[in-house]
């Protein structure tokens, strides 16, 4: 009976344990959600990784200096069931996305969506940032007005 019970608790922390270390890696902390953002760029690499799939972009900055900047996607198997694959971004092809910052300042986030070069959308995103139909909807009428900000966008429309 002690026996049992002792496997039985040891069980149950190992559970618990785990169930925090997975909840810890789905942690958007480092991103600002509340903030959503439009660049375009090229693409330098695609990584179609588990267990996150991340995008590499050089991003020209006024001057016309690059930077390159990474964009952290969903899973592979989350990627398929949306028509993305390995093949969706190719290096040389110019992206435009919208994406969450890194809280820190750093060039890069959470990829929300991406209009590809021929004009189609895609919702590369994990919950980081939203990139669900609603939003690319709203976000082509604020493109077409010239926002690339959400703040901006909601600011001019009060």
Not at 81 to 97: L, N
Not at 123 to 149: H, K, M, V, Y
């Amino acid at each position: 009976m002690k026996r049992t019970f002792g496997w039985t608790l040891a069980a149950l922390g190992i559970g618990l344990l785990a169930g925090a270390a997975g909840n810890a890696h789905h942690s958007f902390t480092q991103f600002d959600r509340d903030v959503e953002l439009v660049q375009t760029g090229t693409v330098v690499r695609w990584a179609f990784n588990n267990p996150h799939s991340w995008l590499y972009i050089n991003v020209a900055d006024d001057a016309g200096a690059e930077t390159l900047w990474s964009f952290e996607g969903s899973a592979p198997v989350s990627l398929i069931g949306r028509g993305i694959t390995g093949a969706t971004f190719e290096p040389g092809d110019t992206v435009t996305f919208m994406y969450c910052p890194m809280v820190d300042g750093r060039p890069g986030g959470h990829l929300g969506w991406a209009r590809l070069g021929d004009g189609t959308f895609v919702n590369p995103s994990d919950g980081g940032c939203n990139g669900n139909a609603a939003n690319i909807e709203r976000w082509q009428e604020w493109l077409e007005e010239g926002f690339t900000s959400n703040t901006e966008a909601v600011a001019a429309t009060r």
